[in-house]
């Protein structure tokens, strides 16, 4: 399908202006995770005149833990095809370790879960194998269809020191598009209005031999809308506030180790003033402001002596911080014990201590499995391989369990299972290995099983297995396998040549 220039310019205004409204979101959710903003937004004027740039950039970072808990337990390990006949060829797998597909998840659905989505792209190497790369959600938009719910159209966006680049991704075909940008800055995020004219090559042009668009969205926990939400939202509220307790506990500790003082009587404090050429003129009373910041405060009055107020009771703050971080684990369902060192939790209630914690990983790889399989199917398509592409979009996208346990309950669990006759493999995906670690113990266990070194050794080895040489009660019945036997025809012997 041809597009005009028109047609070309209307979809590209649309994807740009998506990501131009969502940057400012984007930047604010992330500015958390990086823990670059510190604002003291819930101070009083009083301390926010004298005290509070003090304390400019500083932040106790609790976004951060509770974005990273849910995604340290997401790995992604592979796909089980429904017909168990059907096998997914290497080359998935070698393209998603080519593209270090295992990293880019992890930093893929920590963006997701933090700034509400992110994105994946399937390209074509100059060498003709497939790459997966994983994208900021600030330089990516697409478009879906209202009914079917496919994406139409997406846009990638890029920068230099002049132009603002993208690539528009359409089923069928791929277009280079530009426009030059009114403020060069690339760290300023208003970039150029998203309704200024875009420019594009029609030699730019590319067929796109998949008719889907490559760009996948991950979207996080939406309510049937086309907004999703961020896990760290709830957070950053609480985070500002556990930010002024702490300013005000630092503070508080200053004053301790230097009290104010207060001079009760005498003549006014002044401070002298000076001329241009610095020879003092007269003298002025010491505002009220600069003692405040002084520490010092006079009360004038008949005698002269002097004295000191307290700091603030420092213990009536750090209990503040641990129910605001209490707060915090309970919105979120990131365990107590992540957060607080001092949680107790015994050695056998950590599983339920992380119940909250495992569904929330069970319910963000749910909303992963669909743009994984989309992704690996597109890639195998991608290279030529059809068949795995059909077996891909049927199979089930298997992830380890979030649920953590040691080695010992681990194989204490999987034992038990094979007592009840579940089979090895099915076993090796209950433990969370991938598809190519399976495959080569299924391997190992066939090979095993066929050789005769091994089977003889492993029947040797059997407990309680009855020997075809012994009696019932377990003695042998060849005379020669014992040394009595052989100790009586010695004797035989000896007695037949004495008798010559």
Do not use: C
């Given at each position: 399908m041809a597009y005009s220039a028109e047609q070309i310019n209307a979809i590209t205004n649309l994807l740009a202006r998506k990501i131009a409204l969502r940057r400012p979101d984007i930047d604010k959710h992330m500015g958390y995770v990086k823990g670059r903003r510190g604002e003291l937004r819930f101070v009083s004027d009083e301390f926010k005149r004298y005290i509070s740039s003090r304390f400019r950039g500083f932040t106790d970072n609790w976004c951060l833990p509770v974005a990273q808990a849910p995604v340290e337990r997401i790995q992604f390990k592979g796909f089980t095809p429904y017909n168990p006949s059907d096998r997914i060829d290497r080359r998935v797998w070698a393209c998603w370790n080519r593209s270090d597909c295992d990293r880019y998840l992890s930093e893929a659905a920590l963006v997701m879960t933090s700034s509400r989505r992110s994105f994946g792209l399937v390209s074509l190497l100059d060498n003709g194998l497939a790459r997966i790369s994983f994208e900021n959600p600030d330089s990516c938009a697409v478009i879906y269809d209202a009914i079917t719910g496919e994406?139409?159209?997406?846009?990638?966006?890029?920068?230099?020191?002049?132009?603002?680049?993208?690539?528009?991704?359409?089923?069928?075909?791929?277009?280079?598009?530009?426009?030059?940008?009114?403020?060069?800055?690339?760290?300023?995020?208003?970039?150029?209005?998203?309704?200024?004219?875009?420019?594009?090559?029609?030699?730019?042009?590319?067929?796109?031999?998949?008719?889907?668009?490559?760009?996948?969205?991950?979207?996080?926990?939406?309510?049937?809308?086309?907004?999703?939400v961020s896990d760290i939202s709830m957070v950053e509220d609480m985070q500002d506030t556990v930010n002024v307790v702490w300013a005000y506990l630092l503070n508080g500790l200053d004053w301790a180790t230097l009290p104010g003082r207060l001079i009760l009587g005498g003549d006014?404090?002044?401070?002298?003033?000076?001329?241009?050429?610095?020879?003092?003129?007269?003298?002025?009373?010491?505002?009220?402001?600069?003692?405040?910041?002084?520490?010092?405060?006079?009360?004038?009055?008949?005698?002269?002596?002097?004295?000191?107020?307290?700091?603030?009771?420092l213990q009536t703050f750090i209990p503040v911080i641990e129910k605001a971080v209490e707060h915090i684990a309970a919105e979120t369902r990131t365990p107590g014990h992540y957060l607080l060192t001092k949680a107790e939790v015994p050695a056998t209630g950590y599983e339920v201590a992380e119940a909250g914690l495992v569904s929330k990983c069970v319910e963000r790889i749910g909303y992963m499995r669909g743009g994984i399989r989309k992704l690996c199917r597109l890639a195998a398509i991608m290279e030529g391989d059809d068949y795995t592409a059909q077996v891909i979009e049927s199979s089930t996208v298997d992830f380890a369990s979030p649920l953590y346990r040691n080695e010992a309950q681990m194989a204490d669990a999987m034992l038990k299972y094979k007592q009840l006759g579940f089979p090895l493999q099915w076993i090796a995906e209950r433990m969370g290995l991938g598809a190519e670690e399976i495959e080569r113990i299924m391997t190992l266990k066939r090979d095993e099983d066929t050789d005769p070194e091994l089977e003889a050794l492993s029947r040797s080895l059997q407990i309680g297995q009855t020997d075809d040489t012994a009696n019932p009660d377990g003695q042998p019945t060849d005379p020669n396998q014992t040394g009595t036997g052989r100790n009586q025809d010695s004797t035989q012997t000896l007695e037949q040549n004495q008798s010559r």
């Open positions: 994406t139409k159209a997406g846009l990638l966006l890029r920068q230099d020191d002049e132009h603002e680049i993208g690539q528009l991704l359409l089923p069928d075909a791929i277009y280079t598009v530009s426009r030059k940008q009114e403020n060069a800055d690339a760290s300023d995020l208003t970039h150029t209005p998203p309704d200024m004219q875009w420019e594009f090559d029609p030699e730019s042009y590319k067929p796109n031999p998949l008719g889907e668009v490559p760009l996948v969205e991950f979207r996080n926990q939406t309510l049937l809308d086309n907004s999703p006014r404090l002044e401070e002298p003033v000076l001329d241009e050429h610095g020879n003092i003129v007269g003298a002025k009373a010491v505002e009220l402001d600069k003692q405040v910041t002084e520490r010092i405060l006079q009360i004038t009055g008949d005698g002269v002596r002097a004295t000191e107020w307290s700091a603030a009771n």
